[in-house]
């Protein structure tokens, strides 16, 4: 988006606020379909946990993906954005039966990823097909905070207790209709996606009634001049072959399915701040604005990096600036940066602000959540609200004391 485009919204909405550029979305979305084009069956199931505003997901059902999601409150969304039951998967971890059993009751696809859960699932309702997530026990990204695909790792049905998995297939006399894994974000060796995948596939040949086999996803996106990022075409390439040689042996056309989040929305977002003040110690400069790990934790959380520039001086002398939020904690969005010389009331642009962003967002300190501004056909539109102190008080319950 152009710079002037992104000062004007944030003169019409205030700041902090967030902006998602669809042209951005849907490019992204046509490369996914492009690389995967030979494919006969492809289903892209959007990531609804890294940008979950309905009008987002209203944006993904005209593009005819799916939705993968991981709560009943996710799905429900989904169901209220227009999609059918059964364009969503639920794939949770760690929650009730009872809530699987919510998801089921609304038609959609069940993704299970525990012995446990499979069996008492399966003996309770044995006529509802469920794909089965699988843990290949590959390491993606080198971070275990977004690699959810190593031994370790609280997701999926490990790969040695398959016998154990078909033993509880057969006494239940359920059907799997999927099966699924997801190695974690950030994947930057093709050829290790590749390795679990064979996994996958191997694992498949397990079972007689499938309809798809899903990869997850995880593919990374470039954060800075110079980054790396996944191969998206060489990636469809490779294992369009090994998938359609997998269906030709299989003796059966499956769908080959991923549920994207990060790859889609990440770089159509931007978060604008204010400078509040520039303050200056011994040995820092400081760039203080009006947002904190209340608005964006990723820089705190998982050490993200995020490009940040000065969309008020984009042709100012470069100087060294650490950013710094408004919370009473260590909230550093960036150390020692160098950005266009910032001065107070200057808008500060932070980039790749679409994926895990909002939908991580918090009221500590009380603070309100910011406003959302998606851009669409070359006009700002407002999808959420930005809070009032009437909403942090909406579900407080006074006591009489």
């Known amino acids: 988006m152009e710079q002037n485009t992104l000062l004007q919204i944030a003169k019409d909405f205030g700041s902090p606020v967030y902006v998602y550029d669809t042209e951005k979305i849907q490019s992204q979305?046509?490369?996914?379909?492009?690389?995967?084009?030979?494919?006969?069956q492809l289903k892209l199931n959007y990531a609804v946990?890294?940008?979950?505003?309905?009008?987002?997901?209203?944006?993904?059902?005209?593009?005819?993906?799916?939705?993968?999601?991981?709560?009943?409150?996710?799905?429900?969304?989904?169901?209220?954005?227009?999609?059918?039951?059964?364009?969503?998967?639920?794939?949770?971890?760690?929650?009730?039966?009872?809530?699987?059993?919510k998801a089921a009751s609304l038609g959609v696809q069940i993704n299970i990823d525990n012995l446990s859960i499979l069996e008492q699932f399966g003996t309770k309702h044995p006529n509802i097909p469920v794909c089965i997530r699988i843990n290949p026990h590959v390491m993606a990204g080198g971070n275990t905070n977004i690699s959810v695909g190593h031994i370790d790792s609280k997701f999926g049905i490990s790969i040695h207790q398959i016998p154990l998995l078909l033993r509880i297939v057969e006494n239940t006399n359920m059907t799997i209709n999927g099966i699924h894994m997801h190695t974690g974000s950030d994947i930057l060796d093709i050829d290790v996606f590749l390795y679990a995948?064979?996994?996958?596939?191997?694992?498949?040949?397990?079972?007689?009634?499938?309809?798809?086999?899903?990869?997850?996803?995880?593919?990374?996106?470039?954060?800075?001049?110079?980054?790396?990022?996944?191969?998206?075409e060489e990636l469809g390439e490779k294992l369009s072959k090994r998938f359609n040689d997998f269906c030709k042996d299989y003796?059966?056309?499956?769908?080959?399915?991923?549920?994207?989040?990060?790859?889609?929305?990440?770089?159509?977002?931007?978060?604008?701040?204010?400078?509040?003040?520039?303050k200056q110690t011994t040995s820092t400069v400081f760039a203080q604005v009006d947002s904190g790990f209340n608005h964006l934790i990723r820089p705190m959380l998982y050490g993200s990096q995020h490009e940040i520039i000065n969309?008020?001086?984009?042709?100012?002398?470069?100087?060294f600036y650490s950013v710094v939020g408004y919370i009473c904690e260590t909230d550093t969005f960036a150390n020692n940066r160098r950005i266009n010389e910032i001065k107070e009331d200057d808008i500060l642009a932070f980039k790749n602000a679409g994926a895990y962003c909002y939908s991580m967002a918090s009221n500590y300190n009380s603070r309100y959540r910011p406003a959302e501004v998606m851009w669409y056909k070359g006009e700002a539109h407002l999808i959420r609200k930005r809070e009032t102190f009437e909403d942090i008080l909406h579900n407080q319950v006074e006591v009489a004391l």
């Open 29 to 40: 979305y046509k490369r996914l379909t492009s690389a995967f084009g030979k494919v006969k």
């Open 49 to 101: 946990k890294a940008l979950s505003n309905i009008s987002i997901l209203r944006l993904f059902n005209q593009l005819g993906s799916g939705l993968d999601t991981v709560s009943i409150q996710e799905v429900q969304l989904g169901l209220n954005a227009g999609f059918k039951p059964e364009d969503i998967i639920f794939t949770p971890n760690g929650v009730s039966l009872e809530e699987i059993e």
């Open 197 to 232: 995948s064979q996994i996958l596939f191997e694992t498949a040949k397990n079972f007689d009634n499938l309809e798809f086999i899903d990869f997850g996803s995880g593919f990374k996106v470039p954060y800075k001049a110079g980054d790396i990022e996944t191969n998206i």
């Open 251 to 278: 003796g059966k056309e499956l769908t080959l399915a991923f549920e994207p989040g990060k790859f889609l929305v990440s770089e159509a977002g931007y978060f604008l701040t204010r400078v509040n003040v520039v």
């Open 311 to 319: 969309i008020s001086n984009p042709k100012g002398r470069e100087r």
